[in-house]
Every structure is written in structure tokens, then in C-alpha cells.
């Protein structure tokens, strides 16, 4: 690792294609706003040598726009791929946003990548938001390694910081989380504090200065070995207490000096096994310098502890009629088996795809057969159609570096696929596959959208159907009760995020209107009515008088119509007419304005004309009868109700449950989960929990989840009820 480089070997610049699975390193960054992902990101960069001092591109002395504001902005709430080269070795580093609202960026990032650097802040600490995410690693014993930054800051405390990662990280094993280097302080300013001014490494025992702005080696002298010894003799117990070889523990305890080929050996596989999770410190470099503190060590441990492609499984393959395909794994000669991470617009060159290829090899000008994921509840088409792949590149920024294939285990990204989507397989067209989609989050917060104008309305339904196509964590909802087109966001920031997409990248400007919830209408009690249509103008008159019962049913039950007519009272012909002119009233309402459900009407008498009476005047007698009958009962105004299921660490179960009966939910019990965490569940009305997402997050501090189902339609409380009547006579 950083104890096998004797000096920094050259500007090796960015990476293109990579020629075999086993020189790609696939890692993703994950933490939490702020923590200085990003940050991280260029200063790997500019250690790899991608980019110079003044943020230029070294293959020609261009200005590069990855350090463009406007493109740091986007790479803040998005998945962004920054693909480097160190020591022959391809390093796709995939960056990820800390912001909760865009976990679906952080899925997929999770998905294309075979490794995590959990990116923590020395002065915020470990947030829930990334204990989770972690617990999301270790279920799929995905390898993960712990970034210190900001150690620049006042009272940052490497050491305290290793604390309280292993205490947040290690669960049952917190020597499973140690650190492999420790900061060398220099001398204390003017306010007390010490600046970091380099590394030891607790195996090799020898200093790594970056005072300089570049990495210099060399051996600590005798009064500092006493200082890490009791940190590297932990850290040795930790490494031979995960090798493989168990006479190692006896030796090491009996006093044998362990080679330290075999510790750093031991170490790597460890590490790419996901048994193993080691502590580092980095920082940027200062104006001018070459090199970031702890980006030398950190670039090694990227390639040197975390697994290769190969040893990735491969998520569950079928063929589009629903049959197991066993693939193997990074088989650069097997089947095309490659997944759509990212989907993006680019104003010159249209929809962009960043894909990861799983086996088999990708080239550009072929045709592919794209299969869909299944999203349809979200406003996603599904897909199986066949497509030319386009030009296919390597990102750096806003460029692209064209390649002339992908192999298994490497990403980059296609051009033109216009039908493929975040989630979509990409196989050959004679052979059709389709990959196990990863979990995408529900999104649960609605946003209602009207065009601005006129011209607007025109171009929204294209512009939400390219908005979707980029991020399946959102959903689209024509809702067919209220008439609203619904967004559904993840939080406000996804929101915001969606808006401005819509205005600036498909020219729609859009309003934000109240978000209607879909009430219902019933009656409280049995009611009668007489419908009286007649019409006697000259001419052709209208004639038709219905008698009615109407009585409320259970929940569930709809319109349902009996006829009790005798003695031909209302001729047959003309009983279904009465009926479609009941059914028609009932979807207006007969109250407020909401659909009438959950009754019965009978048809008990009436009157006809033998020339008078028509299929129209019966209709319009039926819908003047359960208007009577309504005017003459109690209506009850009906109110969706949602089952939620609310996951919440212990330490929050007392104020989630007193948040939800104060939305007038009913707790329906609780049940305890493992890991410090309690599942509520309670019913709770649908008008209460619009902003659940948003309100959840804040009073969880970001480690509660939530889910939510329709349960049912119910009474509102009379209070309610009539602030929703008297907003609706507003109205009209």
C-alpha cells in the first residue's frame, strides 16, 4: 500500500479504456454534504497526475471544466465518474452526493461499484444517513475503507475521529476498524492548533512529509517509535486476527516478529474481502503543491487492498422471459451483460448513459438489445427494443475521451441510446438479458406541477418524460381523482433539483400548486329522493319522475344499484338510464364536489310518458333524485387513509409515535428489528403526511425511513370536514 511507493511515479494522467478486468479498480465515495467527497475526488485526481497544479488537463494544456462551479454544483447532486490511472492501474472513482434527497445517485454508485471509501469529516463526525449506508455495504459484503478529511480544521482529532468510526462502524468487532497511518503534526499556530504535516505508517514504521506539497520518505527517529507503538501492535492483533493462516496468532503471541510482506499480504485480502476496514487521513493539497496529504496513500490502497472486478459477483441474470442465465463473472468473452448507472441530457450530444459492463465487451456501432426494469408504477415505460450503441467514451468533467471498447469490469459512457433508461440491461440482440434491478428508494413527497403558460403546456409532457427517464428514484402521477400532474420527489432539495432541470435543460417553466389529496363522498344514513324532470316548451316535451332509497354500504363497496320497480312503473328500457344518470352524479358529487361511494340505490317507483319520456330525461330524473335524497341526509366527507411503517432508532421510537398521533394517526404496535432499531407501525390520514418525508428526516436527524401503502377510504372527524366544505364554497 503506501509503504510499497518509493516515489511518486509521474503524472500517469487520466485513464481511457482498460485492457483486462484485473488493471480496474471500480470504488465509490460515499458521506454525508460536506464531508469533502468531491474535494477528495480532485486531489486523487491531481496526485494521479489527471490534472496539474492550475487545474489543467495534461495532455494539452487546456483548461478543464471539472473544476468549473457550475459543473461542481451538478456533481453535488449527482453520480458523477472520475476515471484516473495509478501505477497501470484503472481507478474509476465514482462520486456520490451526501444529500438524502438523491440516495437513488447513491445506489447506483453502490451498484457500479466493487468497493466504498466512507468519506467522514473530523469536525462533523459520523451522521445516521451514513451508519446506514454502511449497514447497506456489510449486507452485501461489499469492501470499505474509512477517509478522514478536514483534519485541518480546529480541534480536529484524528485519533478521537478513529474512535468514534469504530465504534459507529465496527459493531461486534471494533478492531476490525483501525487506522493504518497516523498524522504527524508541525508546530502550533498562533491559536493553538497544530497543522498535519504528514503521515507514519504504523507497519513500515517511516515518515511521509507533505510539507513540501510533494510526498517525502523517511525513517522516524528513535524518540518517536514509542509514540506508535501501542497503535501498531493493535493494528498487527487486527490483521492476524482476520488471516487465513490461524497458526499466525499463536506465533505473533509466543513473540515471533511477523515479515511484514506477510502482515501487508494479509491486510490486502482482508480489505478486499470486507472483513477489514481501514482508517486513513487526507487532505487537499495547499496552493500550488503536487500532491494532497494521504492521496498517495490512499490511491495505493485503492489498488493494492480493494478487489478487482473479478471478484465482484454479478448481480442475479435471466432471459426477458423470467429463466436463470448463470454468467461469470468479468468474462470479457461471455455474453454482453451490461446495466445503465446513470442516465444524463447533454445539450450537444443528447442522452448520455454511463454504463458498467459486467461481461462480455462492449463496442461502439453495434446493436444491443435494451430490456426494461420494470418501473411502470413510476412512470417508466418498460423496454425490449434493440438499439446501435453510439460513441462510447471515458468522462473527465464535461469532456469525453472517446474509446474504442468497454470491456467487463470497466465503465464508461454510450451515447445516443434514446429509449434506454437508469436501470435498463444492455445485451446482444440475439441473446436478450435482463439484470436483477438494485432497491430503488419510494420516492414519498408530491409535488403538484401546472404548465406556465400556454407554450409550456405544449412541451411538458416531453420534458417530464425526459426528466423521468434520468432518475428512477422519481415518480409521475396523472392522478385521475384530482386531475393533478404529481411529481414525486425523494425530499425539497430532489424537488428544487427537478424544477430546475425542467426549466433549464427542457425549457418548461412550471407553478407549484397545493397538492390535492383524493376525498370521497358517502351517506351517513338512509335517505329518500324524487327526481321530477318535465318539460312541456312546444314541440317535443320531457318526461320522467324516479323515486329512490339510498342507504350507505361498507367500505369497498362502490355504487351498487338495485331495481325495485313493480307494475312497469318506469318502463325497462328506460331503468338503466335512471342508473347511468345515478352513476353520473355520483362521480360529481353530491356534497363537495368528491365522487359518491359506498352505497346503495334502489329504484323503487316512477312515472312515464308514452311520447314525452326519454333515455336523456330518465338520465337527468335519476341524477335530480340523489341530489333530493343528499340534501335530505347527513354526508360524510371520506378521507384516504395510509398504512406507514416507520424503521427508527430507539432513541427516536417516543417522538416518532407522539409526531404520529399528533397527525391523528393510531399507532398499531411496534416490533424491534436488530441494530438499535424499532419498526412503528400506525394508520394515519393521508392529509397529514404530505410532508412526512421532509419532517421525518428532520426529526430522525436523517436515520428513519418510512414506507407507505393505501389502506383505505374513512370518516373525516366533522371539525375537518367542515373547513374542506367551507374551502370549497370559497372556491366556487
Given at each position: 500500500?503506501?509503504?510499497k511507493?518509493?516515489?511518486?511515479?509521474?503524472?500517469?494522467?487520466?485513464?481511457?479504456?482498460?485492457?483486462?478486468p484485473?488493471?480496474?479498480?471500480?470504488?465509490?465515495?460515499?458521506g454525508?454534504?460536506g464531508?469533502g467527497?468531491?474535494?477528495?475526488?480532485?486531489?486523487?485526481?491531481?496526485?494521479?497526475?489527471?490534472?496539474n497544479?492550475?487545474?489543467?488537463?495534461?495532455?494539452?494544456?487546456?483548461?478543464s471544466?471539472?473544476?468549473?462551479?457550475?459543473?461542481?454544483?451538478?456533481?453535488?447532486?449527482?453520480?458523477?465518474?472520475?476515471?484516473?490511472?495509478?501505477?497501470?492501474?484503472k481507478i474509476n472513482?465514482?462520486?456520490?452526493?451526501?444529500?438524502?434527497?438523491?440516495?437513488?445517485?447513491?445506489?447506483?454508485?453502490?451498484?457500479?461499484?466493487?468497493?466504498?471509501?466512507?468519506?467522514?469529516?473530523?469536525?462533523?463526525?459520523?451522521?445516521?444517513?451514513?451508519?446506514?449506508?454502511?449497514?447497506e455495504?456489510?449486507?452485501?459484503?461489499?469492501?470499505?475503507?474509512?477517509?478522514?478529511?478536514h483534519?485541518?480544521?480546529?480541534?480536529?482529532?484524528?485519533e478521537?475521529?478513529?474512535r468514534?468510526?469504530?465504534?459507529?462502524?465496527?459493531?461486534?468487532?471494533?478492531?476490525?476498524?483501525?487506522?493504518?497511518?497516523?498524522?504527524?503534526?508541525?508546530?502550533?499556530?498562533?491559536?493553538?492548533?497544530?497543522?498535519?504535516?504528514?503521515?507514519?505508517?504504523?507497519?513500515?514504521?517511516?515518515?511521509?512529509?507533505?510539507?513540501?506539497?510533494?510526498?517525502?520518505?523517511?525513517?522516524?527517529?528513535?524518540?518517536?517509535?514509542?509514540?506508535?507503538?501501542e497503535?501498531?501492535?493493535?493494528?498487527i492483533?487486527?490483521?492476524?486476527?482476520?488471516?487465513e493462516d490461524?497458526?499466525?496468532?499463536?506465533?505473533?503471541?509466543?513473540?515471533?516478529?511477523?515479515?511484514?510482506?506477510t502482515?501487508?499480504e494479509?491486510?490486502?485480502?482482508?480489505?478486499?474481502?470486507?472483513t477489514?476496514?481501514?482508517?486513513?487521513?487526507?487532505?487537499?493539497?495547499?496552493?500550488?503543491?503536487?500532491?494532497?496529504?494521504?492521496?498517495?496513500?490512499?490511491?495505493?490502497l485503492?489498488?493494492?487492498?480493494?478487489?478487482?472486478?473479478?471478484?465482484h459477483?454479478t448481480?442475479?441474470?435471466?432471459?426477458?422471459?423470467?429463466e436463470?442465465?448463470?454468467?461469470?463473472?468479468?468474462?470479457?468473452a461471455?455474453?454482453?451483460?451490461?446495466?445503465?448507472?446513470?442516465?444524463?441530457?447533454?445539450?450537444?450530444?443528447?442522452?448520455?448513459?454511463?454504463v458498467?459492463?459486467?461481461?462480455?465487451?462492449?463496442?461502439?456501432?453495434?446493436?444491443?438489445?435494451?430490456?426494461?426494469?420494470?418501473?411502470?408504477?413510476?412512470?417508466?415505460?418498460?423496454?425490449?427494443?434493440?438499439?446501435?450503441?453510439?460513441?462510447?467514451?471515458?468522462?473527465?468533467?464535461?469532456?469525453q475521451?472517446?474509446v474504442?471498447?468497454?470491456?467487463?469490469g470497466?465503465?464508461?459512457?454510450?451515447?445516443?441510446?434514446?429509449?434506454?433508461?437508469?436501470g435498463?440491461?444492455?445485451?446482444?440482440?440475439?441473446?436478450?438479458?435482463?439484470?436483477?434491478?438494485?432497491?430503488?428508494p419510494?420516492?414519498l413527497l408530491?409535488?403538484?406541477?401546472e404548465?406556465?403558460?400556454?407554450?409550456?403546456?405544449?412541451?411538458?409532457s416531453q420534458?417530464?418524460?425526459?426528466?423521468?427517464?434520468?432518475?428512477?428514484?422519481?415518480?409521475?402521477?396523472?392522478?385521475?381523482?384530482t386531475?393533478?400532474v404529481?411529481?414525486?420527489?425523494l425530499?425539497?432539495?430532489?424537488?428544487d433539483?427537478?424544477?430546475?432541470?425542467?426549466?433549464?435543460r427542457?425549457?418548461?417553466?412550471?407553478?407549484?400548486?397545493?397538492?390535492?389529496?383524493?376525498?370521497r363522498?358517502t351517506?351517513?344514513?338512509?335517505?329518500?329522493?324524487?327526481?321530477?324532470?318535465?318539460?312541456?316548451?312546444?314541440?317535443?316535451?320531457?318526461?320522467?319522475?324516479?323515486?329512490?332509497?339510498?342507504?350507505?354500504?361498507?367500505?369497498?363497496?362502490?355504487?351498487?344499484?338495485?331495481d325495485?320497480?313493480?307494475?312497469?312503473?318506469v318502463?325497462?328500457?328506460?331503468?338503466?338510464?335512471?342508473?347511468?344518470?345515478?352513476?353520473?352524479?355520483?362521480?360529481?358529487?353530491?356534497?363537495?364536489?368528491?365522487?359518491?361511494?359506498?352505497?346503495?340505490?334502489?329504484?323503487?317507483?316512477g312515472?312515464?310518458?308514452?311520447?314525452?319520456?326519454?333515455?336523456?330525461?330518465?338520465q337527468?330524473?335519476?341524477?335530480?333524485?340523489?341530489?333530493?335524497?343528499?340534501?335530505?341526509?347527513r354526508?360524510?366527507?371520506?378521507?384516504?387513509?395510509?398504512?406507514?411503517?416507520?424503521?427508527?432508532?430507539?432513541?427516536?421510537?417516543?417522538?416518532?409515535?407522539?409526531?404520529?398521533?399528533g397527525?391523528?394517526?393510531?399507532?398499531?404496535?411496534?416490533?424491534?428489528?436488530?441494530?438499535?432499531?424499532?419498526?412503528?407501525?400506525?394508520?394515519?390520514?393521508?392529509?397529514?403526511?404530505g410532508?412526512?418525508?421532509?419532517d421525518?428526516?428532520?426529526?430522525?436527524?436523517g436515520?428513519?425511513?418510512?414506507?407507505?401503502?393505501y389502506?383505505?377510504?374513512?370518516?373525516?372527524?366533522?371539525?375537518?370536514?367542515?373547513?374542506?366544505?367551507?374551502?370549497?364554497?370559497?372556491?366556487?
Amino acid at each position: 500500500m503506501g509503504d510499497k511507493v518509493k516515489e511518486h511515479p509521474g503524472a500517469a494522467g487520466r485513464a481511457t479504456a482498460a485492457d483486462h478486468p484485473a488493471s480496474v479498480r471500480n470504488v465509490v465515495l460515499v458521506g454525508h454534504s460536506g464531508a469533502g467527497k468531491t474535494t477528495l475526488v480532485e486531489a486523487l485526481a491531481l496526485t494521479a497526475g489527471a490534472v496539474n497544479r492550475a487545474g489543467r488537463v495534461e495532455d494539452g494544456g487546456t483548461v478543464s471544466d471539472y473544476d468549473d462551479i457550475e459543473h461542481r454544483q451538478q456533481r453535488s447532486v449527482q453520480l458523477s465518474l472520475v476515471p484516473v490511472d495509478w501505477n497501470g492501474i484503472k481507478i474509476n472513482i465514482l462520486d456520490t452526493p451526501g444529500y438524502a434527497d438523491f440516495i437513488g445517485e447513491l445506489r447506483a454508485g453502490l451498484r457500479a461499484a466493487d468497493a466504498a471509501l466512507f468519506v467522514v469529516s473530523a469536525s462533523d463526525g459520523v451522521d445516521g444517513s451514513t451508519r446506514m449506508v454502511w449497514e447497506e455495504c456489510a449486507a452485501v459484503g461489499m469492501p470499505r475503507a474509512i477517509v478522514v478529511t478536514h483534519l485541518e480544521a480546529a480541534r480536529a482529532d484524528f485519533e478521537e475521529m478513529t474512535r468514534v468510526c469504530a465504534e459507529a462502524f465496527g459493531g461486534d468487532d471494533p478492531d476490525a476498524v483501525l487506522p493504518l497511518y497516523l498524522p504527524l503534526h508541525g508546530p502550533q499556530g498562533p491559536d493553538g492548533h497544530a497543522p498535519v504535516t504528514g503521515l507514519v505508517g504504523l507497519l513500515t514504521q517511516k515518515l511521509f512529509d507533505y510539507s513540501s506539497g510533494e510526498r517525502k520518505e523517511s525513517e522516524p527517529g528513535p524518540d518517536r517509535l514509542p509514540d506508535i507503538d501501542e497503535a501498531r501492535n493493535r493494528l498487527i492483533e487486527g490483521i492476524i486476527a482476520e488471516s487465513e493462516d490461524e497458526t499466525l496468532m499463536d506465533r505473533y503471541l509466543g513473540g515471533e516478529q511477523i515479515d511484514l510482506k506477510t502482515l501487508i499480504e494479509d491486510l490486502e485480502r482482508a480489505v478486499a474481502r470486507g472483513t477489514f476496514f481501514p482508517v486513513l487521513a487526507a487532505a487537499p493539497a495547499a496552493e500550488g503543491a503536487r500532491q494532497g496529504l494521504g492521496t498517495v496513500e490512499l490511491l495505493e490502497l485503492v489498488t493494492g487492498g480493494f478487489p478487482t472486478p473479478f471478484e465482484h459477483p454479478t448481480p442475479g441474470v435471466t432471459t426477458v422471459d423470467g429463466e436463470p442465465r448463470e454468467i461469470k463473472p468479468c468474462d470479457t468473452a461471455g455474453p454482453l451483460v451490461a446495466e445503465v448507472v446513470k442516465t444524463a441530457s447533454d445539450p450537444y450530444v443528447g442522452r448520455v448513459s454511463l454504463v458498467r459492463v459486467f461481461s462480455g465487451t462492449l463496442r461502439p456501432d453495434e446493436t444491443v438489445h435494451v430490456s426494461g426494469h420494470g418501473l411502470a408504477d413510476r412512470g417508466h415505460e418498460d423496454h425490449d427494443v434493440d438499439e446501435k450503441i453510439g460513441a462510447l467514451s471515458t468522462p473527465f468533467g464535461k469532456q469525453q475521451r472517446p474509446v474504442t471498447h468497454v470491456i467487463a469490469g470497466d465503465l464508461a459512457c454510450v451515447a445516443k441510446l434514446g429509449r434506454a433508461e437508469t436501470g435498463d440491461t444492455l445485451s446482444a440482440k440475439d441473446d436478450p438479458l435482463l439484470m436483477e434491478p438494485w432497491e430503488m428508494p419510494d420516492p414519498l413527497l408530491p409535488l403538484a406541477i401546472e404548465a406556465h403558460s400556454k407554450a409550456d403546456e405544449d412541451k411538458l409532457s416531453q420534458g417530464l418524460a425526459r426528466l423521468v427517464a434520468e432518475d428512477p428514484t422519481m415518480r409521475l402521477e396523472q392522478n385521475q381523482d384530482t386531475h393533478q400532474v404529481v411529481l414525486w420527489c425523494l425530499g425539497e432539495a430532489h424537488a428544487d433539483v427537478a424544477l430546475e432541470r425542467l426549466r433549464s435543460r427542457y425549457g418548461v417553466q412550471v407553478d407549484v400548486v397545493p397538492h390535492k389529496v383524493s376525498l370521497r363522498e358517502t351517506f351517513a344514513g338512509k335517505s329518500a329522493g324524487r327526481g321530477r324532470h318535465v318539460k312541456q316548451s312546444g314541440g317535443h316535451g320531457q318526461f320522467a319522475i324516479c323515486e329512490i332509497e339510498v342507504e350507505p354500504l361498507p367500505g369497498g363497496s362502490g355504487i351498487e344499484f338495485v331495481d325495485k320497480v313493480v307494475g312497469g312503473a318506469v318502463p325497462r328500457q328506460f331503468i338503466p338510464s335512471v342508473e347511468k344518470g345515478i352513476r353520473a352524479q355520483a362521480a360529481k358529487g353530491v356534497a363537495a364536489g368528491y365522487p359518491l361511494v359506498d352505497v346503495r340505490v334502489t329504484l323503487l317507483d316512477g312515472k312515464a310518458h308514452s311520447v314525452d319520456s326519454s333515455d336523456a330525461a330518465f338520465q337527468t330524473a335519476g341524477a335530480l333524485a340523489l341530489r333530493e335524497a343528499a340534501a335530505d341526509a347527513r354526508i360524510h366527507l371520506l378521507e384516504p387513509v395510509a398504512e406507514v411503517s416507520v424503521l427508527v432508532g430507539d432513541d427516536y421510537v417516543g417522538a416518532v409515535m407522539s409526531d404520529l398521533s399528533g397527525r391523528r394517526g393510531r399507532v398499531l404496535g411496534t416490533e424491534q428489528t436488530g441494530g438499535g432499531r424499532t419498526l412503528v407501525k400506525a394508520e394515519v390520514p393521508e392529509f397529514e403526511i404530505g410532508r412526512y418525508a421532509v419532517d421525518l428526516r428532520s426529526l430522525s436527524h436523517g436515520t428513519a425511513r418510512f414506507s407507505r401503502s393505501y389502506a383505505r377510504h374513512e370518516a373525516m372527524p366533522p371539525q375537518v370536514a367542515e373547513k374542506i366544505r367551507e374551502q370549497v364554497k370559497a372556491a366556487s
